[in-house]
T-cell receptor, first 113, second 115 residues
């Protein structure tokens, strides 16, 4: 199973871009990278996912390196409400047409005023 | 649209008692997942269902834990008998398999305390 490595914590100033790195050096060719976040006392929230192309949605951008061994989640204008634990996950094949997510420790992003 | 609904939100009970956690997935979703979160072990997948059939229960800690999905709109996770080490936040999530790579949508969890 591909594993991910993330920094334990990061700080960001409000209004600035938050760039959250993730290493997944053992990822295989057909495995997707997913990002979720968890705000205190809430369930995890899906942010974005990608395979090899950069992706953007209303929440964030995902930049995946050409060799796919790492990626960066970008929150373009962080707000205080973006303070959360951010999880980078490589989706794991679970047999048949089934997949599952294995959550690591994630990165605690603190957005400061 | 209503999201994943879990009940109860909080449960406090004494060890040895039976505990039943409930989940209503998003309508039309084919997959349902049960997770457990603790400070020590983080967020762990316990079991998941596809079209009401259990697919992978390798994360279920022991025989005291059981999960059922009698129909597409309801699932239960039962612990009998409960122990203090079962104290955790239990999350339910659902997703659709219509189209590739659909994300999981999580409920707000049940905070379980076993005394």
């Amino acid at each position: 199973d591909a594993k991910t490595t993330q920094p334990t914590s990061m700080d960001c100033a409000e209004g600035r871009a938050a760039n959250l790195p993730c290493n997944h050096s053992t990822i295989s060719g057909n495995e997707y990278v997913y990002w979720y976040r968890q705000i205190h006392s809430q369930g995890p929230q899906y942010i974005i996912h990608g395979l090899k192309n950069n992706e953007t949605n209303e929440m964030a951008s995902l930049i995946i390196t050409e060799d796919r061994k790492s990626s960066t989640l970008i929150l373009p204008h962080a707000t205080l409400r973006d303070t959360a634990v951010y999880y980078c996950i490589v989706r794991v094949y679970s047999g048949g047409s089934n997949y599952k997510l294995t959550f690591g420790k994630g990165t605690l992003l603190t957005v400061n005023p | 649209d209503a999201g994943v609904i879990q009940s109860p939100r909080h449960e406090v009970t004494e060890m040895g008692q039976e505990v039943t956690l409930r989940c209503k997935p998003i309508s039309g979703h084919d997959y349902l997942f049960w997770y457990r979160q603790t400070m020590m072990r983080g967020l762990e997948l316990l079991i998941y269902f596809n079209n009401n059939v259990p697919i992978d229960d390798s994360g279920m800690p022991e025989d005291r834990f059981s999960a059922k999905m009698p129909n597409a709109s309801f699932s239960t996770l039962k612990i009998q008998p409960s122990e203090p080490r079962d104290s955790a936040v239990y999350f339910c999530a659902s997703s659709t398999n219509r189209g590739a790579n659909q994300p999981q949508h999580f409920g707000d969890g049940t905070r379980l305390s076993i005394l």
